[in-house]
């Protein structure tokens, strides 16, 4: 089993603040990282999948890095609005046989943005 | 409609109970995983499958049971349902490498 954690647990910013958040992972056999979005009564939803050292990917006000030698991906976000509560979940890849992967999860990060 | 259902959404069941959650999904993909969420353990890996036929525990599997036998199919059956299985289930899809997966709406499940 993965051991993948995030920081911080709950973060509470003003509309228009910027933010970031961490995600570590075991960087031994690294496959991929994905983060998801998941809002309240609802499910998890795809943000990115990296693979690379050193990528950055973006989506609209968020972005992501990734260093897979030292386990580590940040998630940013730029201006926060109110409609990016959410909890932002990461999850480390492990290559099953025959090519499947199974995802383990971070306990995410809790983001409430208020105005 | 294409994509990943669940049913029921939310169900009430008695200790002891058996129980059957389902799951379905249109894009054929190979892999369904059945995951657990639980305040402070995020989400947890009960039960997955590569394909129809083909299932391995994850990390929480006791107390449960999951058969494949069509690929669009992946029901997770509590066999005497505990007061500790409270939860909320969400089944996924996946091609596999390097995607991730794609959620079900969850099944949010109590334990009286």
Known sequence: ILNVEQSPQSLHVQEGDSTNFTCSFPSSNFYALHWYRWETAKSPEALFVMTLNGDEKKKGRISATLNTKEGYSYLYIKGSQPEDSATYLCASTEILTGGGNKLTFGTGTQLKVEL | ?????????????????????????????????????????????????????????????????????????????????TRSQTSVYFCASSEGAPYGYTFGSGTRLTVV
Request: aromatic letters at 12%; proline letters at 4%.
């Open chain 2, 1 to 81: 409609d294409a994509g990943i259902t669940q049913s029921p959404r939310y169900k009430i069941t008695e200790t002891g109970r058996q129980v059957t959650l389902m799951c379905h999904q249109t894009w054929s993909h190979s892999y369904m995983f059945w995951y657990r969420q639980d305040l402070g353990h995020g989400l947890r890996l009960i039960y997955y499958s590569a394909a129809a036929d083909i299932t391995d525990k994850g990390e929480v599997p006791d107390g449960y049971v999951v058969s494949r036998s069509k690929t669009e199919n992946f029901p997770l059956t509590l066999e005497s349902a």
